[in-house]
Nanobody
């Protein structure tokens, strides 16, 4: 069974950069499209970025496009989210998630496996 563990969150200042990692255990990571989502208290979990299983295509929410980069290394079973030019509104708990093999989506409802989340705080 696939399990996901995020790391790399923390407290940063406006304009700083942060790199989140998502370590996957299990043999199916390389066959699954992956995504990053974020959530603040009282709000729904929002899509941030997604990447196909082969890393040939990436997708971003409009408010992170040009600032965030999603990437993966299937040999290392690892997904990353490079976040640059961080803003106060980027503060949230960030989750990595996996779709079922063969699927692709940006809706959180379609993701099958979730990590526990990592907190990102941006101070102004």
């Amino acid at each position: 069974q696939l399990q996901l563990v995020e790391s790399g969150g923390g407290l940063v200042r406006v304009g700083d950069s942060l790199r989140l990692s998502c370590a996957a255990s299990g043999s199916t990571f390389s066959t699954r499209a992956m995504g990053w989502f974020r959530q603040v208290p009282g709000k729904e979990r929002d899509f941030v970025a997604a990447i196909t299983w082969s890393a040939t295509s990436t997708y971003y929410a409009d408010d992170v496009k040009g600032r965030f980069t999603i990437s993966r290394d299937n040999a290392k079973n690892t997904l990353w989210l490079q976040m640059n030019s961080l803003r106060p509104e980027d503060a949230a708990v960030y989750y990595c998630a996996a779709l079922r093999p063969g699927e692709f989506a940006t809706s959180s409802k379609q993701y099958e496996v979730w990590g526990q989340g990592t907190q990102v705080t941006v101070s102004s």
